[in-house]
């Protein structure tokens, strides 16, 4: 099992650029990525008993642990480069809170920022970090 996989919804235009800015800010290249959608994202979605049509959130998985919403959110900062990895702090708020304005973004990302219909070919060295392609 891969470390630090997170599971994002690939039609998403806001989620699509969230991908972008993690994997300009992890600079240590901690973080491996695949789409909800994909093969190798609904594999893991089975594997870890998680629905396979709720596209809600962000997904992380690390050491075969499974994090959602605002918990996800901060546990990939703390991945990432300084400053941003003091977003991590925000851990201290309790979960409800944060997963409500989590749940406020994610409703309306659709609204906010269309889905894509083209899908970006990204290069070589950011595609060996998207797990798509290891699902056979």
């Known amino acids: 099992m891969e470390n630090n996989i997170v599971l ?3 039609v998403c235009s806001f989620c699509n650029s969230s991908v972008m800015f993690l994997i300009k800010r992890d600079h ?3 973080l491996s990525f695949s ?12 594997e870890f008993n998680l629905p396979k049509d709720d ?3 962000f997904i992380y998985i690390t050491n075969g642990k499974v994090y959602s919403k605002s918990t996800a959110a901060l546990k990939i900062a703390r991945k990432l480069s300084f400053p941003y990895n003091l977003l991590y702090g925000f851990i201290l708020i309790p979960i409800p809170i944060r997963d409500k304005f989590y749940s406020i973004i994610a409703r309306n990302r659709y609204r906010l920022f269309p889905k894509k219909t083209l899908c970006e070919i990204p290069p070589e060295h950011i595609r060996k970090r998207f797990l798509d392609d290891k699902s056979e």
């Open 35 to 46: 789409s909800l959608q994909s093969s190798y994202g609904q594999k893991l979605l089975e």
């Open 55 to 57: 596209f809600d959130s």
């Open 28 to 30: 240590s290249e901690l």
């Open 8 to 10: 994002f919804d690939g």
